[in-house]
């Protein structure tokens, strides 16, 4: 192959995934695939925060309406390790 053929594939590839970028940027924009999916002010669920615990495990904090719930993600299941947390501002330092 010369360098011709090079950069005539080159050239090929970009457009290729630009017509693809802007199909996607498309279908966002007309809302394609956010079926079901509820407006951002109105979400009731929330993760806060998400913690690694080993390669495993993740502790995560969930907010549903005003209830925090911290519960550990793993591949052998979930557990919920505390509920009903009071909301505290996350912003506030101890």
Same mark, same amino acid.
């Given at each position: 192959?010369?360098? *011709? +053929?090079?950069? @005539?594939?080159?050239?090929?590839?970009?457009?290729?995934?630009?017509?693809? *970028?802007?199909?996607?940027?498309?279908?966002?924009?007309?809302?394609?695939? !956010?079926? *079901?999916? &509820? @407006?951002?002010? @109105?979400?009731?669920?929330?993760?806060? $925060?998400?913690?690694?615990? +080993?390669?495993?495990? @993740?502790? &995560?904090?969930?907010?549903?309406?005003?209830? $925090?719930? =911290? &519960?550990? =993600?793993?591949?052998? *299941? +979930?557990? &919920?390790? $505390?509920?009903?947390? !009071?909301?505290?501002?996350?912003?506030?330092?101890?």
């Amino acid at each position: 192959m010369e360098i *011709g +053929d090079y950069i @005539k594939f080159f050239f090929a590839l970009l457009f290729v995934l630009s017509l693809m *970028g802007g199909l996607t940027l498309l279908l966002k924009k007309i809302g394609y695939g !956010q079926a *079901g999916m &509820v @407006k951002n002010s @109105k979400r009731r669920l929330k993760i806060l $925060e998400a913690l690694p615990l +080993d390669p495993k495990h @993740k502790a &995560v904090l969930i907010q549903r309406d005003d209830q $925090e719930h =911290l &519960v550990i =993600l793993g591949h052998s *299941g +979930d557990t &919920v390790i $505390e509920t009903n947390i !009071q909301n505290m501002p996350h912003d506030q330092k101890d």
